[in-house]
């Protein structure tokens, strides 16, 4: 029975689970700091993605971060994910829920589509008020913005 070899998406998941049950933060680390090396932004935004969602790493700022950089359209549903969860997974930052929505308001607004900030728009409208008190001030920002428009 021929077995496919792993992708390196696989691998860095795989290793960076094991990282987790380990506790070891330099694995974490340096799983992470492999993912920004790949080349092709789609397998980058891939794993960044699933890395955003994967709870037990300490690495979730820095890795909004790097999907806003890399502003992919598939990252949208990720970011859904994160921000119709209860933020449970982010209690190690000590950061209010509106901090961390902060992060995905930018990552959000810099993505620019119109599912991007179609969702903007329905989480101002939610009942998390931090949360959706950021959201309402991205998309003031993005309507004040000559280069970003929340009304198209």
């Not at 790493?57 to 992919?72: F, G, K, N, T, Y």
């Not at 931090?130 to 001030?137: F, G, I, L, S």
């Amino acid at each position: 029975m021929n077995q496919q070899p792993e992708t390196v998406k696989q691998q860095v998941l795989r290793e960076m689970s094991v990282a987790i049950s380990q506790n070891n933060w330099q694995a974490s680390c340096d799983l992470l700091s492999l993912t920004l090396t790949i080349g092709e932004p789609e397998n980058r935004s891939d794993i960044l993605n699933e890395l955003l969602v994967m709870p037990g790493h300490e690495l979730h700022q820095e890795v909004a971060r790097e999907i806003q950089l890399l502003r992919s359209p598939s990252s949208v549903r990720y970011i859904r994910q994160v921000l119709e969860g209860d933020f449970q997974m982010f209690e190690y930052t000590c950061s209010e829920p509106g901090v961390i929505a902060k992060w995905f308001s930018h990552a959000l607004a810099d993505i620019n589509t119109p599912e991007s900030i179609a969702l903007i728009k329905e989480i101002a409208a939610s009942g998390k008020p931090d949360v959706a008190e950021e959201m309402a001030y991205r998309l003031r920002r993005l309507n004040a913005s000559p280069f970003l428009q929340a009304d198209a």
